[in-house]
């Protein structure tokens, strides 16, 4: 078929490789002078680049206004996008490419406009009305049907000029048109990718056939918005009239030579005629920001219409495998199936592969399709490789039919100078973007891993979170850290939004570091910046970051304020060895706020109600554990020169102890508070057992409200299974806390029971076992085996040799010291064995 008339109008959908594939076809019947595509004409100057060996799709065009990099907007193109197609043929045949659709810098521009409405018929713009819902007409749109051809304008970055946005709330058919659902629908589909599956994917061009495709979807094209209208959208009339200049411009310049790739949306309204000073009129007096544009990487992932992409298409992955199998698609796909379930250690063999292949090609025929698309090659895998269950199913949609495919660009690419110097590092570290997420193991002492910490700790500063901290499973140690690493593509924009602070990624986290410190509302706030310097070793911010804690330490009166603060400051201390950090700045304000906190805390834990005695037991928990630190800080040599800084910090904690016995005894101080004191006491070494059950005694005396009783058993014995362990091993205590339980009144009871309860359902289930045994049992009965001696009721003088001997041949396995039956010859190291256990 010879070529029509006039430009060729060649209207796709976006990512879709059916429609790449025509294109290609298509270019190559016609043989254009230039090619014109839907995209931003900044990037023009990009385009060579596709030619880079080093590009590789998905990847995105990103354009961010110079003032205001968060302002930003992409432009994703897959391998197997029709866009990507064309700019390739185009390179290939040393033939001009350009970009014709609305600059980029009035569309990110658009959201600062003030609202207008475009009168769909006229073309003229006017007021809204006054009782209009705000944002439903004008404003910032994706500008176009949602999927009438993959949403061609530009995807907003997540937080960027959001303002004016379309209201979900506006139902109206014509706002949220979805072309393709319709053709679906009136071909008989209840699903619109079947349907385009069969009619475009599975569709071969045949030969002199290459522009039919494209005339029947333009005719469907014009019917849809025949009825349906254009939306009444003016950035898609906008779009449209800026489009139809650039085609005339390469007219005047290439005569009819011309292809123009597009969103098949728009053929109608590029091939209607239009006068030059129509649309003219309509792109008078846009707004306009200075715009710079790049290439950055892209994901399969992120094409993903479920992760919020207009354009997207729900299988990347699929579309890939389609767009890039030289044949035999279905027993390529099976193929690449049964080897990521290999990999996951599922028994999967070559006939199941072959079985797979038959079935889904049954299902073709019995659903009258002319190849097995991707419910058939599902239901295949999910009732022959994965045995009916839909756990591997997932596993395999999560890895191959979306993906984790990450794009590359070139380093001759455009590039703020602190994506450079990121980019440096990473080579340097050998740290890689990746979009699989994984888990990165850090040990600190060594110097590439330190590094690599001290990069991910100052890009989270600077907001790029690229790595997250989780708990390391091998050890608590600081000398490991243990990362969960993930690379967006929107932390492009991050990376450009930080370039405002600085060219380097150390120089912009050390000013963006004092710049939070300053800005910072609460003390606690300061002291977990503090902590950041430190973790991302960023000596020059720690200074001022330090006399901005000084001064609002100073300043801050409140326990809580400073109960909160201090923790973020000890555990800094600790990084000193691992790191070379000088913390003795931060041990002297460290020792300063635990001073004031052992003025304050006693007063200010009189007289509270539940809830803040219950905050202030939190508090009164993380001062124990942060003096506790302090000490072992000092021991170890950090915060102070020798011998004085650990004497000043043992007498940080002597003077503690001391506030915990003011609070113990004290009967203003709340009895959770009061019950929390004597335990820490107690586990400190500080208290006798004997001192702790008379403290209990007293505290559950039948002339203690039983409230206020409950509450001193959940401050005392709450907290995990150390309080019950506690229990188990002290019965003297378990039968004060059996004895007062009993003797509550049947009304108080069930005042104090959800206390009792809370308490006791944070065991683990074996001690709550134990405990309820013991209590069955009767406190006035004791223990058969280890309560014969004098002393603590529930334990021995002596060791308990026949409970000894039944363990020691599993010790002696585990050690590897022989068999399970031990011999004569093996009494003398048994009894070594029963002495060490």
């Known amino acids: 078929m010879p070529k029509p ?63 205001e990099p968060g302002r930003s907007a992409f432009w994703p193109l897959a391998e197997f996008s029709p866009e990507w197609v064309a700019i390739r043929w185009a390179l290939e045949h040393g033939v001009p490419a350009r970009f014709i659709d609305l600059p980029a810098m009035h569309t990110l521009a658009w959201g600062k406009q003030d609202e207008v409405v475009l009168d769909a018929e006229s ?14 007409e004008g404003g910032v749109q994706d500008g176009e049907p949602a999927d009438a051809d993959g949403a061609g304008g ?102 009819d030579e011309v292809a123009v790739v597009c969103g098949a949306w728009h053929v109608p ?45 729900d ?105 450079r110097d990121l980019d440096r590092i990473q080579r340097r570290l050998r740290l890689k973007p990746e ?35 989780i708990a390391s499973r091998g050890s608590t140690g600081t000398f490991r850290e243990t990362w969960r690493l993930r690379w967006e593509p929107e932390l492009s924009v991050r990376v450009a939004e930080a370039g405002v602070w600085g060219t380097t990624v150390f120089a912009a986290a050390t000013a963006k570091a004092e710049a939070d410190a300053v800005a910072a509302q609460g003390l606690a706030d300061v002291t977990a910046l503090a902590e950041r310097c430190l973790l991302a070793e960023l000596p020059d911010a720690l200074p001022a970051v330090m006399r901005i804690l000084a001064d609002r330490a100073a300043l801050d009166a409140d ?31 460290a020792a300063g706020l635990a001073e004031r906190i052992f003025v304050g805390l006693p007063p200010a834990c009189a007289a509270l109600d539940a809830d803040a005695a219950e905050e202030m037991r939190r508090h009164v928990d993380a001062v124990h554990g942060a003096v506790g630190l302090l000490g072992d800080a000092a021991g170890s040599g950090q915060g102070g020169p020798g011998d004085s800084a650990a004497h000043v910090h043992s007498d940080l904690r002597n003077r503690w102890h001391g506030v915990l016995r003011v609070l113990s005894a004290r009967d203003t101080v709340p009895g959770v508070i009061r019950g929390r004191a004597v335990r820490l006491l107690l586990d400190d070494g500080e208290l006798a057992q004997a001192e702790a059950a008379r403290l209990m005694g007293l505290a559950l005396s039948p002339g203690t409200p039983p409230g206020d009783a409950a509450a001193w058993i959940e401050g005392f014995v709450g907290g995990g299974s150390g309080g019950g362990m506690l229990l188990v091993h002290d019965e003297r205590l378990l039968g004060l806390v059996d004895a007062w339980l009993t003797g509550v009144s049947a009304e108080a009871f069930t005042d104090v029971l959800p206390l009792l309860r809370r308490t ?76 060490a256990t």
């Not at 073309?123 to 439903?136: F, I, L, S, V």
């Not at 850090?442 to 907001?463: C, M, P, Q, T, V």
């Open 269 to 313: 309204a590029l091939r209607q005629k239009s006068t030059v000073a129509a649309d003219k009129a309509l792109l008078k007096g846009l707004l306009k920001v200075k715009a710079d544009m790049t290439w950055v990487p892209w994901t399969y992932r992120r094409l993903a219409r479920a992760s919020g992409y207009g354009a997207g298409i």
């Open 123 to 136: 073309g003229e713009r006017r007021e809204p009305d006054a009782d209009a819902q705000p944002g439903a």
């Open 315 to 419: 299988s990347p992955g699929w579309y890939g495998h389609l767009f890039g199998a030289p044949d035999r698609p279905v027993e390529r796909w099976m193929t690449k199936v049964a080897g990521l379930l290999r990999d996951e250690d599922r028994i999967v063999s070559s006939a199941h592969v072959i079985e797979a292949v038959r079935l889904a090609e049954t299902l073709a025929a019995m659903r009258g399709r002319p190849l097995p698309g991707l419910s058939e090659t599902t239901d295949a895998v999910r009732a022959v490789m994965c045995e009916g269950s839909d756990v591997p199913l997932a596993l395999v949609h999560d890895r191959l039919v979306v993906g984790d495919v990450l794009g590359e660009v070139p380093r001759s690419a455009p590039a703020v100078p602190l994506q």
């Open 154 to 255: 530009p995807v907003p970055a997540p937080g960027s000029a959001d303002k004016g946005r379309p209201d979900e709330s506006d139902q109206r058919a014509d706002v949220r048109l979805d072309p393709l659902a319709v053709l679906a629908e009136t071909a008989g589909y209840d699903d619109p990718e079947r349907w385009w599956e069969d009619v475009v994917e599975h569709r071969g061009v045949g030969n002199g056939d290459a522009f039919a495709p494209f005339l029947g979807l333009e005719e469907a094209m014009g019917a849809l918005r025949e009825a349906y209208g254009s939306g009444g959208h003016e950035r898609d009339l906008v779009r449209e009239a800026y489009m139809r200049l650039q085609v005339r411009a390469a007219q005047r310049e290439f005569g």
């Open 760 to 835: 006791f359902s944070a065991y683990e289930p074996g001690v709550r076992r134990t405990l309820g045994e013991l209590v069955r049992r009767g406190p006035g009965e004791q223990r058969s085996a280890g309560t014969g001696g004098p002393g603590i009721p529930g334990f021995a003088a002596e060791l308990d040799v026949e409970r000894a001997d039944a363990v020691l041949p599993v010790v002696r396995l585990l050690l590897g010291l022989g068999g399970v039956e031990a011999d004569a010859g093996n009494d003398l190291a048994d009894n070594d064995l029963v002495g």
């Open 559 to 589: 326990v809580g304020h400073l109960a909160q603060a201090l923790p973020a400051l000890v555990r800094s201390l600790r990084y000193g060895d691992v790191r070379g950090t000088d913390t003795g700045a931060l041990a002297e304000v």
């Open 435 to 469: 979009a699989l997420e994984r888990e990165l193991e850090l040990d600190l002492r060594k110097e590439n891993d330190a590094e690599r910490s001290r990069l991910l700790h100052r890009l989270r500063l600077l907001g790029v979170q690229w790595g997250e901290p």
């Open 5 to 67: 008339p006039g430009p060729l109008l060649l209207g796709v959908r976006h990512h879709g490789p059916g429609s790449a594939r025509a294109v290609r076809a298509a270019l190559d019947a016609a043989r254009p002078r230039i090619v014109l595509i839907e995209g931003p004409p900044e990037a023009d100057a990009l385009i060579p680049l596709a030619a880079d060996e080093s590009m590789r799709p998905p990847v995105a065009l990103l354009a961010h206004a110079v003032d």
